[in-house]
């Protein structure tokens, strides 16, 4: 199983930028798929999750409104599109695979760094 996270890079406040996150050996559509990030010194952070069929999302109160978390389970993949972006929204970002919906995660991609510049 990989989940193959890309999309991240530098941009500067107010721009954007859409993540992506490749899932592969594994039946994509019986996972919850949720986006977290991590700054260095501190704790990975919820930021997004969406629903096994996409119908439902949810978000951590400091992106919502910006970011909107989408999937395409013919692609196997779940995307970040973050929007209107912050300095604080910095950070490494990872996505990770909910099976049963009980905010433990099977797997994890390996992240892909995401630099806001003022």
């Known amino acids: 199983v990989q989940l193959q996270a890309s999309g991240g890079g530098l941009v500067q406040a107010g721009g954007s930028l859409r993540l992506s996150c490749a899932a592969s050996?594994?039946?994509?559509?019986?996972?919850?798929m949720d986006w977290f990030r991590q700054t260095p010194g501190k704790a990975r952070e919820f930021v997004a999750r969406?629903?096994?069929?996409?119908?439902?999302?949810q978000y951590a109160d400091s992106v919502k409104g910006r970011f909107t978390i989408s999937r395409d389970n013919a692609k196997n993949t779940v995307y970040l599109q973050m929007d209107r972006l912050k300095t604080e929204d910095t950070g490494v970002y990872y996505c990770?695979?909910?099976?049963?919906?009980?905010?433990?995660?099977?797997?994890w991609g390996q992240g892909t760094q995401v630099t806001v510049s003022s």
């Open positions: 050996g594994l039946t994509f559509s019986s996972y919850k």
């Open positions: 969406i629903s096994w069929s996409g119908g439902l999302t």
């Open positions: 990770a695979a909910d099976q049963e919906g009980d905010y433990t995660y099977e797997y």
